[in-house]
């Protein structure tokens, strides 16, 4: 069900769906049908343009993105979650190449945490592994010694393979004890309706904010844009699967 739920999702991601668009007018142009044509060539020039413009992103990313505020104060916890992303192992690569970015994003962000807190608190990294040989929360927690945590205060969920196993495992460890919860600001949304659904006591520490305000003109149409857009639908897809399956 997880694999079929990636796979189905992936074809409703927009650029798949341009791309259909594009495909059914390229059809209609062989069929000789050039109205047909014209119209699905145009909705695809339309569709691409939409997607690639700052404003048209921001405006759908940036509810998500909004709806819990940066925690700027540390509060007094004794355990933070940091939740997984992605990585690609290669052995040959500095570990600050093999885990993503914007799961290098949310660990900063644990780690400013843990810093404040005087690193006198327990510090969880979670995810599998996929196809890659290292579950991402074994790299994660490479990554997190070399940045300072003590190997010590690290527990890793390395079974986890979507948020909600992630508050599963959480709710196993913690039951009602009070703990800090890091993922990008797009994802809180989500993962606060889940934990609040299990009776977690989560505080949200959003991080990874990407809806700004672009100043430059050549960032006003952008293949970064259309990353935003892609984000924003798969958070907005997760939100009515999981209201489907009552996970929130």
Known sequence: ???????????????????????????????????????????????????????????????LENSHKALLQTPKVDYILVLGNGHTSNENLSITSQVNPTAINRLVEGIKHYNALNKNVKFVVSGYGGYDKNSHAFMQEILASNLGVNRKDIIRFDKAKDTYEEALHIKKLLGDKKFIIVTSASHMKRSM?????????????????????????KE?????????????????????????????
């Open 193 to 217: 309706l889940i934990f609040k659904k299990l009776n977690l006591n989560a505080i949200a520490a959003p991080t990874n904010y990407l809806s700004h305000e672009e100043k430059s003109l």
């Open 220 to 248: 006003y149409f952008s293949g970064k844009n259309v990353r935003k857009i892609e984000i924003a639908v798969h958070e907005y897809l997760g939100l009515i699967w999981y209201k489907i399956k009552g996970y929130i």
């Open 1 to 63: 069900m997880f694999l079929l739920k990636k796979f189905i999702s992936s074809f409703l991601m927009p650029v798949p769906i341009g791309l259909f668009l594009f495909a059914l007018g390229i059809y209609f142009l062989f069929r000789n049908s050039y109205t047909k044509a014209k119209v699905f060539l145009f909705l695809t020039l339309t569709w691409f343009s939409l997607l690639s413009y700052s404003p048209v992103a921001n405006a759908i990313l940036a509810p």
